[in-house]
């Protein structure tokens, strides 16, 4: 399993993204190393397909199932939806939720 959270400097809200994405993890017992990914300016945000800071990736797919229809590529920072109304990251139940996925995608 390949885990990258990807943001750019000075983001505020990369920080807890990190957090929760390593309780989660620990939760879940997955022992994976997390992949941080400095993205430095609009082509490596165009290359990565990074939608804006904080974004965590689960073998290259986004935790936001919504993510891949976006195209707004760029260094900006991010709002998620999450069931606890809009955060700057992830809740613990969309990364759940996507390794879940994952899980479930390796096994067929």
């Known amino acids: 399993m390949k885990i990258e959270l990807l ?3 000075g983001c505020p809200t990369h920080e ?3 957090k ?3 309780e989660v993890l620990e939760e879940e017992g997955i022992d994976v190393e997390i ?9 490596k945000a165009e290359e990565l397909k990074f939608v804006g800071s904080p974004t965590i990736k689960i073998n ?3 935790v ?7 195209k707004d590529y760029g260094l900006t920072c991010r ?3 999450t069931d606890e ?3 700057g990251w992830p809740s613990k139940n969309m990364i759940k939720k996507a390794l879940e996925e994952t899980k479930i995608t390796t096994l067929k």
């Open 64 to 70: 936001d199932p919504k993510a891949g229809q976006r």
């Open 16 to 18: 807890q993204a990190e």
């Open 79 to 81: 709002m998620y939806l």
């Open 35 to 43: 992949e941080l990914i400095l993205v430095e300016d609009e082509g």
């Open 85 to 87: 109304g809009a955060k």
């Open 20 to 22: 929760i994405l390593r």
């Open 7 to 9: 943001y750019f400097e």
């Open 60 to 62: 290259g797919k986004d």
